[in-house]
């Protein structure tokens, strides 16, 4: 099993580019989370899907949009990239979202400039 | 919301030596406390947790203690290794919350041999 995996591993951008994260796993857990992480900061809950076609904010929403159109797969769009938007992604998958371990993907590592 | 406040940021230590990090949280809803570590470039990855009707937890040289009066929990590793140099992130999560966890900011722990 590959757990959880990230794409990219590492992207650029210019202010005002589109893109789109992809997180997918094969453990057919229901649970997916995306956070933002930086310095000083801890891990930062963007949106996370109960299951499959459920999608719900987190703490850090704004200028993010997900979707979850299979189960396996969690998508992370950025529509119009901004410099605050330079961090590193994680992806987390769990099988239930009670007291139950988040499994991270690698991570990506997302500039803006 | 749920605030975790996680103290100290960095923290050195001789290697053979004990290591304690502390957590508070605001919310006496949460009732499950995972523990993450964190290796520099890596994911981060589930140590240990602890959930409310349980006052400490042990699994060889990791343990959790939990105060639920007091609102907060500490992580202690005993008889550090320079394998334990990682960051660690305390987490809290309410049980109708979704799975949904709050970090704290992180502690750098350091094992100087």
């Known amino acids: 099993n590959a757990g959880v995996t990230q794409t990219p591993k590492f992207r650029v951008l210019k202010t005002g580019q589109s893109m789109t994260l992809l997180c997918a796993q094969d453990?057919?857990?229901?649970?997916m989370y995306w956070y933002r992480q930086d310095p000083g900061m801890g891990l930062r809950l963007i949106h996370y899907?109960?299951?499959?076609?459920?999608?719900a904010k987190g703490e850090v929403p704004d200028g993010y949009n997900v979707s979850r159109l299979k189960k396996q797969n969690f998508l992370l769009g950025l529509e119009s990239a901004a410099p605050s938007q330079t961090s590193v992604y994680f992806c987390?998958?769990?099988?239930?979202?009670?007291?139950?371990?988040?499994?991270f993907g690698p991570g990506t590592r997302l500039t803006v400039l | 919301g749920e605030n975790v406040e996680q103290h100290p940021s960095t923290l050195s230590v001789q290697e053979g030596d004990s290591a304690v990090i502390k957590c508070t949280y605001s919310?006496?809803?949460?009732?499950?406390f995972p523990w993450y570590k964190q290796e520099l470039g890596k994911r981060p990855q589930l140590i240990i947790d602890i959930r409310s009707n349980v006052g400490e937890k042990k699994d060889q040289r990791i343990a959790v203690t939990l105060n639920k009066t007091a609102k907060h929990f500490s992580l202690h590793i005993t008889e550090t290794q320079p394998e334990d140099s990682a960051v660690y992130f305390c987490?809290?999560?309410?049980?109708?919350?979704?799975?949904?966890?709050?970090f704290g900011a992180g502690t750098q722990v350091v094992v100087t041999p």
């Open positions: 919310d006496s809803a949460s009732n499950y």
């Open positions: 453990m057919n857990h229901e649970y």
């Open positions: 987490a809290a999560s309410e049980e109708d919350s979704w799975g949904k966890l709050q």
């Open positions: 987390a998958s769990s099988s239930s979202g009670y007291n139950n371990e988040q499994f």
């Open positions: 899907s109960v299951g499959e076609g459920t999608t």
